[in-house]
């Protein structure tokens, strides 16, 4: 057991120059494997997103404002692999405070994909021109590519795990809104923000979602989840589940691998007794700007407690009150964040607050009902033979580009648009999603899906999650 954390704190720090951790916590590792051995626990080895609290360990959000910050709890998440043997190698690298799909807007530097190591992409290099590892979560997806941790926490508010999981080509897992505490989880937008889990292996999810779900009372929005919706059954067959192909979901800008990839699996689950399902989701075209509105509505409300006086970074100079405050808040959050806090005040301006942020409700609204009229269209009146069991979708656009590619556009505000548009409508309708990655593109770079289920049926996804995977036997080369 033991051996099995030195192995990983001696991956950790041969792929320091990954960046993928903030804080190396290989002391505390060692000591929590000790303890978990003396009871005769299963000991794995655990990867923490930065933005969950570990108490007696800093907790940044990988942010300047908390560069510093030690928080006086852990997560429930946390604590719950903590208490089930998990040994925590480290705090992951991210985007700063989750605003972001490249992981390279944190103040601690930019997380580098290994792939950036393995692809036949002759200008790409780890000085300047790295593979891009998604984001925001990509320091945890690169620790379980790398295998510093067999389990990784993530954050998933519209994509930023699912997004890192493809690119890395590891497994990622957004599950049902409600069914993971977010008690010690540093809010981005508390109505889309989820608790999610990289592994290599869909069999290594259903593991990880088991041992942490369950109702706590510090999360009014946790509830008891039966066990059967949650976990994998895999003796269920497969026969008979009707996969949903959302037509929105072919856009201009899906580059062939994707699209091929799409087909492959679509294929590999016809094959294995499914029925395909050519469906619509109308309002996908609109749940990228209601996204945004809601999240920068969030965002300027969530920031707002960041000002430098009861606790993080706090502007040196001798000013008043308000000048301290705005001097703080400038010098300590980078230009991504400024600019959401700024248009979500905006948005939620008395003159302005029906037309965009009471408009993005109601539109939010029309989103989680399209998706609950595919799943249970009983409830409207439909007719059950319109019923589909789970959607496969792209997870992005295409594959991870390198660091010159996304940034040439508006810094990768155009990327990151284009690729969230396939993850965030989830997260919108608080369903469960999952990223599984299935081959492999010229470029030497991984290709993934995306399935979607009901809310709450996290187990039945699971299942299809697990067939695709035995099926196409996608495998991580050895990086180094």
Not at 96 to 109: A, N, Y
Not at 151 to 178: E, H, M, Q, W
Not at 263 to 276: P, T
């Amino acid at each position: 057991m033991a051996k099995l954390i030195e192995e990983a704190i001696e991956r950790a720090a041969r792929f320091r120059k990954l960046n993928l951790l903030i804080t190396e916590t290989f002391d505390l590792a060692r000591e929590q494997a000790t303890s978990a051995a003396e009871k005769k626990q299963h000991v794995f080895p655990l990867v923490v997103k930065d933005c969950f609290t570990l108490k007696g360990v800093r907790t940044t959000c990988a942010s300047k404002m908390l560069a510093n910050y030690v928080p006086s709890y852990t997560a429930t998440v946390v604590q719950r692999l903590i208490d089930a043997g998990g040994c925590v190698v480290g705090k992951s690298n991210q985007d700063e405070f989750c605003m972001g799909t490249s992981s390279s807007q944190s103040h601690f530097g930019p997380v580098k994909s290994p792939w950036t190591l393995a692809t036949t992409e002759k200008s790409a290099r780890l000085e300047d021109n790295w593979i891009i590892p998604g984001g925001s979560s990509g320091g945890s997806a690169v620790a379980v590519a790398c295998g510093v941790a067999r389990i990784a926490l993530g954050s998933d508010t519209g994509g930023s795990t699912r997004n890192p999981a493809a690119f890395c080509g590891v497994v990622g897992l957004k599950p049902s809104y409600g069914l993971l505490s977010r008690h010690g989880l540093i809010p981005l937008t508390n109505s889309l923000d989820c608790p999610a889990i990289f592994a290599r292996s869909v069999d290594d999810i259903d593991f990880a979602l088991g041992l942490m779900v369950g109702r706590d009372t510090k999360d009014s929005t946790t509830i008891d989840a039966k066990r059967e919706s949650v976990n994998m059954q895999t003796e269920k067959p497969l026969k008979g589940l009707v996969v949903g192909l959302p037509k929105e979901y072919r856009t201009a800008d899906l580059s062939p691998e994707c699209w091929d990839a799409w087909n492959k699996v679509a294929g590999i689950l016809e094959s294995s007794g499914c029925q395909l399902k050519h469906v619509s989701l109308p309002h996908t075209e609109y749940s990228i700007v209601c996204y945004h509105i809601i999240g920068e509505c969030d965002v300027a409300s969530n920031m707002a407690r960041y000002d430098g006086v009861e606790y993080g970074f706090c502007s040196p100079e001798d000013r008043s009150t308000h000048e301290r405050y705005a001097a703080s808040r400038s010098e300590a959050l980078n230009e991504v964040v400024r600019r959401r806090i700024l248009a979500g005040n905006y948005f939620l301006l008395r003159e302005h607050y029906d037309e965009y942020f009471g408009q993005a409700l109601r539109v939010r609204r029309l989103i989680a009902e399209d998706f609950a009229r595919l799943f249970r269209p009983e409830q409207f009146g439909i007719s059950s033979t319109e019923k589909v069991d789970v959607l496969l979708t792209p997870v992005a656009s295409s594959t991870a580009p390198l660091r010159a590619d996304f940034e040439r556009d508006d810094d990768g505000y155009t990327r990151e648009r284009s690729d969230d548009y396939f993850t965030q409508p989830a997260n919108m309708a608080g369903v469960p999603a999952i990223s599984v990655p299935v081959t492999t593109a010229a470029n030497g770079l991984p290709v993934a899906v995306q399935l979607v289920g009901d809310w709450m049926q996290d187990g039945q996804m699971l299942n299809v999650a697990k067939h695709i995977e035995s099926i196409v036997k996608f495998s991580l080369p050895q990086f180094r």
